[in-house]
């Protein structure tokens, strides 16, 4: 199994909304990531857990809250969103000093 | 600080043509990484290849070779005999010792023609 699976595949929401996006992986990577990409750029690194421990964040606002349940799943807590966010956001896994798997996305839209 | 170069917004190719995406790079790191990714129009990033810093020989995965030069902070990709199917963004990326922070490029549009 060399899939990444995100759900749900597109999501609109209002600002007071509460929201969470899922990303599992079975191949035994220790390494999980949350990436932000805004049409036609490059994808933003903006988490990154390795051994389920958040190792990395790369300065995001305090409405994008990541959570790592067990090492095969990885959350994306959203909460007051603004519009600016509306973009896709990619999980992605991989071991150490390997290449990152990614899944389809999550598109989202901010209303 | 890590950084990847793509001049390239946008390339034409003709279909069964070779094709070679720009890319270079700064880093001060010794030990790193250079991936190459694709993205179609749904989506999902796909990894294609992978050179690493002390990696003597040249990466290739099928129709994808990676054209490394170190002195010269390039990693160039090549796609032999392209296909229609090649038509997707293309993202060269770097990750520096320890890994696990990819920087990714601009990007590189690629056309298909038929």
């Known amino acids: 199994d060399t899939e990444v699976t995100q759900t749900p595949k597109h999501l609109v ?5 509460k929201k969470s996006l899922k990303c599992e992986q079975h191949m035994g990577h220790r390494a999980m990531y949350w990436y932000k990409q805004k049409a036609k750029k490059p994808p933003e690194l903006m988490f990154v857990y390795s051994y389920e421990k958040l190792s990395i964040n790369e300065s995001v606002p305090s409405r994008f809250s990541p959570e790592c349940p067990n090492s095969s799943l990885l959350n994306l807590h959203l909460h007051a969103l603004q519009p600016e966010d509306s973009a896709l956001y990619l999980c992605a896994s991989s071991s150490v000093n390997t290449e990152a798997f990614f899944g389809q996305g999550t598109r989202l839209t901010v209303v | 600080a890590q950084k990847i170069t793509q001049t390239q917004p946008g390339m034409f190719v003709q279909e069964k043509e070779a094709v070679t995406l720009d890319c270079t790079y700064d880093t ?3 030990s790193y990484g250079l991936f ?3 993205q179609p129009s749904s989506g999902e990033m796909i990894f294609l290849i992978y ?6 020989q040249n990466a290739t995965e099928g129709r994808y070779s990676l054209n490394f030069q170190k002195a010269r ?3 160039n990709l090549v796609i032999s005999a392209s296909q229609l199917g090649d038509s997707a963004m293309y993202f060269c990326a770097i990750d520096g010792t320890g890994g696990f922070k990819t ?3 601009a990007g590189t549009r690629l056309f298909v023609k038929a």
Not at chain 2, 51 to 56: A, L, M, N, T, V
Request: hydrophobic letters at 25%.
């Open chain 1, 13 to 17: 929401m209002g600002m007071t909304n």
């Open chain 2, 28 to 30: 001060s790191d010794q």
């Open chain 2, 36 to 38: 190459w990714y694709k």
């Open chain 2, 51 to 56: 050179q690493g810093s002390y990696d003597e």
């Open chain 2, 73 to 75: 902070k390039s990693a």
């Open chain 2, 103 to 105: 920087i990714f490029g």
